[in-house]
């Protein structure tokens, strides 16, 4: 792995657990099945909201409503931040036919969209004779053409359009909305055309997500799920909370920033927003140990494992949660802090904490004799 070994007095992978009722099992994935299906609903709201946002700030261009528009788009994704604990297993959102990557993309090559610093006519919207039309289709197809950094939809395509570059040291972007003003202007019109489109996709795309887990669907991917074997389940479960925290968040989110030292690996770069996402993101597996979200409050991965163990995990989570939640200062300014200052040795501890606890929950599933593939 890319960090350390971890030595525990008493290992969780040495203690094979009591096998749970079969009752018990079903409990717990009716129950996650319900708490999924609840987030996304949740998420699909402020995704909704920030498209209001969106169309308020197009309708009357100001900073007041660029500004809504930016806060908007914040609780939105550390929202979306919650559901990324669902992922990892080929459900509904990066499974074969999964639509995550229309959601959630980084990095973002934001000369694929817009202009840049030193390239003012660059982008899908300043190349009108290569792209004609801008709208939601036409974005999708777009979508990663050429490379993954082509990203052309989702919530980081939007945080650029509406951040712009982060070129400061000490604060996030600062695209003026001026930008947006003018609709006599072709590249202006152009551009409002993107941000509209782009929202709106982001909804269809949150839709697709509720309807997948809707509890009343018959043939959806929520039926099926909740009829599945309780160990080729219970298994997704484990991989999905396990996988986002060790390889996802302390490797690919904060690990490889910290290695690199550079801005480019910071994923909300535009906003200044990685923190709060990491912290949500770290909430989201809570939520799933403990089987409780936003009034959905039944049996969790917790009851399945001895009162010590869980109690032991839980802390474990709860001390990764506070090493995100105290972090100092902007995540892009702790990917630049010097070698040997205290702010790159809480980073470091940060992400140990992190790898910690997504470990202990993969040493849980062993326990239980579920057997979690090495990669997601």
């Not at 950094?149 to 000490?170: C, I, K, M, P, R």
Request: proline share 4%; glycine share 8%; net charge negative.
């Amino acid at each position: 792995m890319f960090l350390r070994s971890l030595v525990f007095s008493c290992s969780l992978s040495t203690l094979a657990l009591a096998a749970p009722s079969p009752e018990m099992s079903r409990a717990v994935i009716q129950n996650y099945a319900d708490l999924v299906h609840r987030t996304y609903e949740d998420t699909l709201r402020e995704t909704q909201g920030l498209n209001v946002a969106i169309s308020t700030f197009l309708a009357k261009p100001s900073d007041a409503t660029l500004q809504a528009a930016r806060l908007a788009w914040t609780a939105a994704h550390i929202q979306y931040s919650l559901t990324e604990a669902f992922r990892f297993y080929d459900g509904p959102i990066d499974g074969s036919y999964g639509v995550e990557g229309f959601i959630n993309s980084w990095p973002v090559d934001e000369s694929y969209i817009d202009y840049v610093s030193g390239a003012p006519q660059s982008g899908i919207i300043n190349q009108k004779d290569k792209y004609a039309k801008i709208d939601a289709g036409t974005l999708q197809s777009l979508h990663e053409v050429g490379g993954d950094t082509n990203v052309a939809t989702g919530y980081h395509a939007l945080e650029f359009l509406l951040w712009g570059q982060d070129l400061s040291t000490t604060g996030p972007g600062a695209r003026p909305f001026s930008d947006y003003a003018n609709q006599n202007l072709d590249s202006v019109a152009r551009r409002r055309a993107y941000l509209q489109s782009a929202a709106q996709l982001l909804v269809d795309q949150m839709q697709i997500l509720v309807k997948a887990w809707d509890p009343q669907g018959k043939d959806n991917y929520s039926a099926r799920f909740r009829q599945e074997d309780a160990a080729v389940a219970l298994t997704k479960i484990f991989k999905g909370i396990s996988f986002l925290m060790v390889d996802e968040v302390a490797g690919e989110r904060m690990y490889t920033a910290y290695d690199s030292q550079s801005q480019e690996d910071e994923q909300s770069c535009f906003s200044d927003n990685t923190a709060a996402d990491l912290v949500a993101d770290v909430q989201g597996v809570i939520n799933v140990f403990n089987g409780n979200y936003g009034g959905v409050d039944g049996p969790g991965l917790d009851t399945l494992l001895t009162a010590a163990q869980a109690k032991r995990i839980n802390a474990e989570l709860q001390g990764a949660w506070s090493a995100l939640k105290d972090l100092p200062g902007p995540f892009d300014q702790l990917i630049l802090a010097p070698e040997g200052s205290d702010d790159r040795k809480l980073f470091l501890e940060a992400v140990f904490s992190v790898q910690d606890a997504g470990n202990s929950l993969k040493d849980a599933a062993k326990g239980l004799d579920l057997q979690l593939p090495e990669k997601p």
